[in-house]
């Protein structure tokens, strides 16, 4: 925090979900506290339900918090996405009704930018995201995959410099979920951007982060921030590093207990029979 | 394509059978055969009377189809954007849509007596509210995720509608207009036939006061072949905007 200004920070960040109808009132998360550097690569993992999304919501500045105080670039963060922020959602948010270049281009056209300025960076985009082939079909006619692909060019080329992924890779086999994680770290690298993941998978949190913020079961909070200590120049063939081993298991046995909470089950079941 | 087209075929050819059947059976100066029929309707359109009348149930038609869309997109598109008013307008809208609208007649004509406004009015009655609706749900049920990108990408309230909400909802929007349209025709005709001095549906029930059978069947297979067409092409425009969506 002395030398290097905090990117993002939250103190004492709170979500209560208010009770509606004959549902109680939702304690979703916190209190919990967090800072993260510019240019950082900070993954959160967490049991299903934790509310890892009500914290990516809070840090895209998309909700407010009930209580405490969340800052980036220290301008507190209150229910209105700042300029400079980018997040790639968990579910398909391709629009059906353009073209993958359309789709792509859709920020940046908004924004009034130049049609030279905005055809060179869709056109990098689309090559870089694989989807040069496809520039001119359909959400409907893509896989899964492929439009969670659109999503991430979409966010990508408006270059946010804290770029928000809840999930991005959930509908992914694992083959391609890695290769995705390298262009993840390239894009990181070649941006500076700061960049925050939600994940369910302790492998990819591994290989692709900085620090690692494990989530205890609702209301979520952090029970261990992990680092990694890889270097900048990192990339899938992290798995085969005996540190990688290290760092899932110690990941699994925060998580082990708290998953199992999650699921309803008591603690009987973490203790086994003799 | 090939196999539309012969079912097409095959759907008229059965159609015309029956109707022939029908008209062999109960006798021609009750139900006319085809062939008088088509005849008629040839006739027909070669008659300036003919044309008077479908003039009048056209403009009287166009306009209520345009103040039922344009009322019925407006509005949904506003109580699908409130929550809470479309909350209470869901079932009085449903209950509208559902009553017959004949039961209104007398009222319509109270207001608006004999004549043009009359019409327009019993159809715009009929088409506004499954516009209203299908346009309402099209927009209440809109993937969360499509605002929060809105949101994302700093739009206006006025851009995210323009550019994310009405596009999305454009299908359903289509569909609400198509089934829109055709009861408006079912509504400019009935005002026609009950209370009016010109148009289609008027010739109908001079036609039926003067037991000319063969005329009825010839104007209301017009008719049939003009809604049909238009229906084929709103049908046609909705499965190309929903290839998409």
Redo the contacts between chains.
Sequence with gaps: MDDKAAHVSLRGITKIFPAVGNHAAVHALGPLDLDIVKGEFFSVVGPSGCGKSTLLDLLAGLSSATDGTGKFNGTPLRGVVPEGIGVVFQQDASFAWLTVRDNVAFGLRRRGKDAAEIRRRVDHALAFMGLAGFAEAYPAQLSGGMRQRVCIARTLVLEPELLLLDEPFGSLDQQTRLLMGDELLRIWRETGATVVLITHSLDEAAMLSDRIGVMSARPGRFIDIVETEWTRERDSRIVSDARFGAITGRLWTQLREESLRALGHSQTISQGQP | MKSRALDTTIMVVVLLALWQGLSALVGENIFSSPPATILRAVDLLGSRTFWGHAASTGVAFGLACTIAITIGVIGGLWLGLRRFAGDVADPILGTLYSIPKITLYPIILLMFGLGLSAKVAFGVIHGIFPIAIFTMNALRTI?P??T??A?????SPV?TIR??LV??A?PEILTGVRIGFAVTLLGTLIAELFASTSGIGFALIRAADEHNVVDILALTMLLFIFAATVNALLHHVERR?Q???
Excluded at chain 2, 151 to 155: D, F, G, I, K, V
Aim: glycine share 4%.
């Design positions: 993937a995720v499509y929060k990108t949101r994302m990408l700093r739009l851009a550019t994310i596009p999305a454009l905007v290839r998409h969506g």
